[in-house]
C-alpha cells in the first residue's frame, strides 16, 4: 500500500522505472469502468497539462457519446521548454501513466490508446516503448496501446495540433470556436490528456478518490509535480501537495530563498513578485495575483537578472515558434518582441515602444486560433507589472544592472533551432 504522503507519482527512482511486476505490487487497478467515473468525479483531478480542466467531465463529454469510435490520446510532447517533469514522471513509472489511460479508455468504451512522445526525446520513447513491450510479453488484458513519436516544437503539444499531426502528419493547431469540443482522429472521438493527468488516473484507480484527496486543498486535490530552474542548486522535478507555500518549495528544491520573483507556468505563464513566497502554490491562491500553477514550472529570477530582458528573450522566441497561421502570431508577437527588444537595451528614450507594448496586448488578446499569443500577451502583462519600475527605468535610458550583467536565469532554446538551452 503506497503511503498517504509523498512521493505517490514519482514513487520509484527516476531512470530507473518500475517494472511491470513491481507497479503491479504497488499500483494495480481494483475498480470497475462503472465506479471508476464515480471515483473520478469525487477525487477533484483536474489536468496537468496546464488547462486545469476537470479530467472526469471531459471523460464524461466522451462517454456520453454514443454509437462513436473512440481513441485515447496520452499526451507525452512536454513542449515547453523548461519542462522535464512528464520524461521524468515516465522515467520513474510509466506503467502507473499506461493504466491511466487503460482506465479512461474503459470508462469512454475506447479499445485504443495512442501514447504520443517527442521523437526529440529519444529517453522517454525507450521507456514507453519497453514498458508497452512489457505488457505485450506479460498477455496484458484491456485497450491495444500504439506510440507515436511527433517532432517537437512549442505548439505541437496543444492538443488540435497533436491531433492534426496524427492525422495529417503537420503540427499546427485547429481553431476551435466552442470548448470543450471533441477532437477527431478520423473517424473517432479523441480523449487526449497529459502524462501526469493519466498517472493521477492510475492513482485513483487503484486507491480511490477518498484517499486521493488526503494531499493537497479542497480545489487542488491530489499532488503535482514541479519543474525548477533559474536560481536553483540544479534543475530538477519536485512532487509537492498543492496548498504548500512558494517559500517552502523552493526551500525543497535548494533555490534562491530571496528571489528577485518567479516565473510561473512556463513561457505562456506569469511573474510573481519575489515579496509573494508566503503565497500557497494552487491555482485558487495564484488566480487573484494573476498567475496560476499552468504547466507546473517554477523559474527562479535572481536579484542580478533583468526581467525586461528575461520577458524579451521569452518573447522572441516565442514570435519565432508560433505556426503563423493567423494575424496575431504573425504580425503581433514579432512586433511585440522588438519593442521589448528595444525596451530591453534601455539605450535611448523607449517611451513610446512601452506605450506600443501595452496598446499591442490588447489588439493581440483573444484573436488567435489557439492560445499561443494569449499565453505571450499573459507573460507580458505580468513583467509590465511585476517589473514597473525597471520598465519605467528602461524607457527613459537608464536600464538596471541587471539588464547589463547578461546572466541569463530562464533557459530559452536557440533559434535557430539548435536543441541546447541556454543556462545560467
Ligand atoms: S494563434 Fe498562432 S500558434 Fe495558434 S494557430 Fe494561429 S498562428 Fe498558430
Not at 536553483?232 to 509537492?240: A, G, I, M, Q, Y
Not at 507594448?357 to 489557439?370: D, K, N, P, S, T
Amino acid at each position: 500500500m503506497l503511503a498517504h504522503e509523498l512521493p505517490r507519482l514519482l514513487f520509484g527512482t527516476p531512470g530507473n522505472p518500475l517494472t511491470l511486476a513491481q507497479h503491479k505490487a504497488t499500483f494495480a487497478s481494483t475498480f470497475n469502468a462503472e465506479s471508476l467515473l464515480g471515483e473520478l468525479e469525487a477525487s477533484g483531478l483536474t489536468g496537468r497539462g496546464g488547462a486545469a480542466f476537470p479530467t472526469a467531465r471531459k471523460a464524461r463529454l466522451l462517454r456520453e457519446q454514443r454509437g462513436h469510435h473512440k481513441v485515447v490520446v496520452v499526451n507525452a510532447m512536454e513542449g515547453e521548454p523548461v519542462s522535464y517533469k512528464d520524461s521524468t514522471l515516465l522515467s520513474t513509472n510509466p506503467h502507473l501513466v499506461l493504466d491511466g489511460a487503460a482506465i479512461l479508455a474503459s470508462i469512454i468504451g475506447a479499445n485504443h490508446v495512442i501514447v504520443c512522445v517527442s521523437r526529440d526525446n529519444p529517453t522517454a520513447v525507450g521507456h514507453v516503448q519497453r514498458a508497452l513491450d512489457e505488457r505485450q510479453r506479460g498477455g496484458s488484458k484491456g485497450p491495444e496501446f500504439n506510440l507515436e513519436t511527433a517532432p517537437w516544437r512549442y505548439v505541437a503539444g496543444e492538443e488540435s495540433a497533436l491531433v492534426h499531426w496524427l492525422n495529417d502528419n503537420e503540427s499546427l493547431p485547429q481553431y476551435r470556436p466552442q470548448r470543450p469540443d471533441i477532437l477527431k482522429l478520423s473517424h473517432r472521438s479523441v480523449l487526449l490528456d497529459n502524462v501526469e493527468t493519466c498517472a493521477n488516473v492510475g492513482l485513483i484507480g487503484r486507491y480511490g478518490a477518498a484517499w486521493f484527496r488526503t494531499l493537497g486543498t479542497r480545489t487542488s486535490p491530489g499532488s503535482v509535480l514541479v519543474t525548477l530552474t533559474g536560481a536553483v542548486e540544479r534543475p530538477k522535478v519536485l512532487e509537492v501537495a498543492p496548498g504548500m507555500t512558494l517559500r517552502t518549495v523552493l526551500n525543497v528544491a535548494d533555490a534562491d530563498p530571496d528571489p528577485q520573483a518567479l516565473l510561473l507556468g512556463g513561457y505562456g505563464g506569469s511573474w510573481l513578485d519575489g515579496a509573494l513566497l508566503d503565497t500557497p502554490y494552487d491555482n485558487e491562491s495564484l488566480a487573484p495575483l494573476g498567475a496560476s500553477v499552468g504547466a507546473g514550472i517554477v523559474v527562479v529570477l535572481g536579484r542580478q537578472g533583468c526581467g525586461v530582458v528575461e520577458t524579451q528573450r521569452v518573447v522572441k522566441w516565442m514570435a519565432n515558434e508560433s505556426a503563423r497561421q493567423c494575424g496575431p502570431c504573425a504580425f503581433g508577437l514579432p512586433a511585440l518582441s522588438e519593442d521589448l527588444a528595444e525596451l530591453s537595451t534601455g539605450s535611448r528614450n523607449s517611451t513610446k515602444a512601452l506605450q506600443r507594448l501595452e496598446q499591442r496586448c490588447g489588439v493581440i488578446e483573444g484573436r488567435g486560433a489557439c492560445h499561443h499569443p494569449d499565453g505571450v500577451v499573459r507573460l507580458v502583462r505580468s513583467a509590465l507589472r511585476v517589473f514597473a519600475e525597471d520598465f519605467k527605468s528602461h524607457s527613459r535610458g537608464t536600464p538596471c544592472l541587471g539588464s547589463r550583467s547578461k546572466k541569463y536565469f530562464v533557459a530559452v532554446p536557440r533559434l535557430e533551432h539548435e536543441s541546447e538551452l541556454i543556462w545560467v
